[in-house]
């Protein structure tokens, strides 16, 4: 069983960036991560939870297009942990992000999950 927990979160003015990262843990995590494919969602108040970034087992990515060349996804295998580099924040990325993967090439619009983290909550505001 592969945990992944959210961090990074918080306030920060328009224009502004934050790293957002997301931690494995648990006892297969350091056999099995490097086969997962994560995606960051994230969920503003009132609406449905949307996919923003991706990256597969191979680190092939994916972006929707609302965060496409502001928003960069990586991950350090050693670590256990991927990351979002947000940048050129804007009000309307205020969300609760949350992270979440399992074993595959990449993950998809489609993809389900058995549960969800509490997220990490990303406000941009002045």
């Known amino acids: 069983q592969v945990q992944l927990v959210e961090s990074g979160g918080g306030l920060v003015q328009p224009g502004g960036s934050l790293r957002l990262s997301c931690a494995a843990s648990?006892?297969?995590?350091?056999?099995?991560?490097?086969?997962?494919?994560v995606g960051w969602y994230r969920q503003a108040p009132g609406k449905q939870r949307e996919l923003v970034a991706a990256?597969?087992?191979?680190?092939?990515?994916n972006y929707a297009d609302s965060v496409k060349g502001r928003f960069t996804i990586s991950r350090d295998n050693a670590k256990n942990t991927v990351y979002l580099q947000m940048d050129s924040l804007r009000p309307e990325d205020t969300a609760v992000y949350y992270c979440n993967g399992k074993p595959a090439v990449q993950v998809t619009s489609t993809m389900t999950f058995d549960s969800w983290g509490q997220g990490t909550q990303v406000t941009v505001s002045s």
């Open positions: 648990g006892a297969a995590s350091k056999i099995i991560f490097s086969i997962y494919a």
């Open positions: 990256i597969g087992s191979g680190r092939s990515i």
